[in-house]
C-alpha cells in the first residue's frame, strides 16, 4: 500500500457552512488560492445545491485552480449531482463528492429510507456521478454509528458503482481512536474490491478527538484525510489540517514514512489568511498555530531553547512559514516590495487593489516607526475589494464626554439615498452601533464585540470584530481594523449588516441535510 497520504481541504465547505464563517465569493478565491499554494490535493470548494451563492463560487473556484483537485459535494439525488457537475466541470482536475447517511438512526429519523432502498440510491447516485467524471468520491455520512455488515455491503457496492474514493466520516465525532482504528481496519480488510479505491476519513471534533482519530486511520489504511484549516467546521469543527501533517512529519520514526504533498511552510499563512477573512482566529495556545505555540515565556525554558532549540521545541517554527523576523517593510520601501511580500503571505491583490493597499501602507509607515506583518494584513483586507456592500460609511463624529451621553452622527451610502442620524447611547460604541441601528432596515442582534491591539502598543491598529446574529439562528461576522478604535468598530458593524444583508438576499442553504 503507498505512502502517500492525500490531503481533502473542506475548510470552504464543512468549515464555510458552521456559524460566523460564511464568506463571500472573492474571500473563497483568495482562500482557494492559498490552499493550492499550500499543496492540498483536493479543495471541496462547496455545496453547489445548496445555494446560488455556494454554486457561484464552486463555479469560480473551478475556474481559477489549477494544481489542486476541485470538488462539489452533493447528496446522492440526480438534481444534486447534476448541479454539483456544472459547478466544477471546467475545472482542470473536477471531482463529485457524493453522499448519503447509512446509519439506522439517519434512515429511520432523518431520510425516513430502508437499507435497501439507501443502498440502491448509494450506487445509482455513483453511477450518476461517474457518468459527467471519473473522480468520484462516495460518503457513508454517521458512518462510525452505522451497522458494520450494512456499510461493508454498501462500501463494496459503491466501489463497483465506480467510486474512486470511500470516505468513512465520524460524522457526529463519537469515536475514539482504538475503536476508529479497528473499525477502519476491519472495512477495509474485509470488503473483497477495497483494494480498487482509497478510503478516506473525516473525523469531526466533537470529543477533542478529530485529529487522533485521523492519524488511527492512516495506520489502519485509510489514505485521504479530510480536514480543514484551523480545525474549523460544523459544531467543534473538523481534524486541523495543520495538526494532522504536522505529526506526519514530526511522528516520522514511529508512525512511518508517510507523505504529503503540503508545502508546510504555507500553513502559518493559511492560517493567518483564514483568520483575516473570517475575523475569528484560533485559541492562543492552538497546537502548530496558536500565538503562543512557538512562544517561551518561563525563564527556564527560555535558557533551555537559546541553548539548544530541541530542549523545548519539537518542531521548528520556521518548518509551518512562522515569521522569524516580523519587521518586515518601512517608509522607504516602495510598491514592489510591499506587492512581493504580501504575496509572500498569500495576498493576490489586483493592480488597483495594490495601488489603494500601497496608499494606506505608506500613510501608516508614516505615522508608525515599524510596519509589521500583522499591520500588513489588515492593510491587504482593506486594499481587497469584497462583494458589494448596500451601505458604505461616508460620515461619522462622536462626541464623548464624562457624566453625560456620547452622541454619534452617522451618515451611511446606499445605491440610490444617503442617510444621516446622530443618536445616543450609554458609551461610545453604544451610540455608534445605535445609530447605524436606526440608519438600516436589516434586523439582528449583537452576539459578540471584540476589540484586540493587533501589534500592541497606543499606536496600534485595533482588530475589531462583530458578530451578528439573525432569528434564523445564522450569525454574521464582520472585521475591521484602523488607528481609530471608533471607526474601526463601525466598519466592522457595517461589514457584519453588509454581509447578513448580502446572504440575506440569496437563498441560504437551509437545513439541507435534513431532508
Ligand atoms: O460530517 C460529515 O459526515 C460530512 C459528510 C458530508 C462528508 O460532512
Ligand atoms: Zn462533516
Redesign the pocket.
Known sequence: MSDRIYIFD?TL??GEQSPGFSMNIEEKIRMAKQLEKLGVDIIEAGFPISSDGDFESVKAISGEITKSRVCG?CRVNFADIDRAWEAVRDAKQPAI?T?IATSDLHLEKKLKKTREEVYDMAVAGVKRAKSYCDWVEF?A???SRSDLGYLKSVVEAVIDAGAVVV?L?D?VGYAEPFEFYSFIKEVIESVPNSSKAIFSV?C?NDLGLGVANSIAAIKAGARQM?CTVNGIG?RAGNASLEEIVMILKTKRAILGDYETGINTREIYNSSRLLTAITGLGVQVNKAIVGRNAFAHEAGIHQHGVLADKRTYEIMDAESIGLPENKLVLGKHSGKHALKSKLQEMGYELSDDELAMAFVKFKEIADKKKIVYDEDLEVIASMGASSFVAKYELEHLSLSTCTNGYPTATVKLVTENSELLKSGIGIGAIDAVFKTIDSLVSEEYELKDYTVKSITGGTDSFAGVTVKLGCSDGTVYTGNASDLDIVTASARAYLKAINKLAYFHTRSRRNNL?ED
Open positions: 473542506t465547505r464543512d459535494l463528492h453522499f460518503s455520512e454517521d458512518a470516505n466520516p460524522t473525516h469531526h479530510e460544523e441535510l
